[in-house]
């Protein structure tokens, strides 16, 4: 699975093809604590913002 451009949630092999992808091309993955709408309102918003996915 190429996960080029891939939008949306990823489980089993996928994931650990992102990790792979991670270590390979040395990017991180962010940790997010969502303790309610409004946390998750703010990561999405920002992630928008900056271009970079969660």
Known sequence: ????????????AAVQELFEQAKKHQFALPAVNVTGTNTINAVMETAKAVNSPV
């Open 1 to 12: 699975m190429s996960l080029k451009g891939y939008k949306g949630v990823i489980y089993g």
